[in-house]
């Protein structure tokens, strides 16, 4: 199965910047990339080894419908991490480490992005890129 490309739908933030930029660092090191909300979410991109992994489209589908079903919980625990620890600011991502793969979701106010990437990634590189094109008014 052939790379999956798609262009941003959602305005919070330059999801396509931020995928060329996170390109540019970490190449065929990017497993996937997607921006959310908590109805609905869009994959901008997947690379083809891991488009490779599924049977067809629907199995893509299908799987990202089960992913995105955590992703309604990032905005209440947003708030709840905040609300804890409110000294230390605003809560900007969360990540989840696995043998194969890590995955970063950065969250703004009522969107978010869905990076997954290898576990070998310079993850402090691409962690400070997208804090650098978000920028500090905009979370």
Known sequence: MAA???AS??????ADAILEKILEICGDQVHSFAEYDAETYNIIYMSEQ???QFDGEDDIAELSDRIHSDYRLDFTE??????????????????VFFDQNAIFRFVGERTGL???LAPDAPFNQVIEA????IG????
């Open 9 to 14: 739908s959602f305005d919070e933030f330059d």
């Open 4 to 6: 999956i490309e798609n």
């Open 50 to 52: 891991m488009a490779d």
């Open 136 to 139: 500090e008014g905009s979370w």
């Open 114 to 116: 869905y990076v997954s």
């Open 78 to 95: 947003k708030e709840m991490y905040e609300d804890v620890y409110g000294e230390l600011g605003e809560v900007r991502a969360f990540s």
């Open 130 to 133: 997208v804090y650098d094109l």
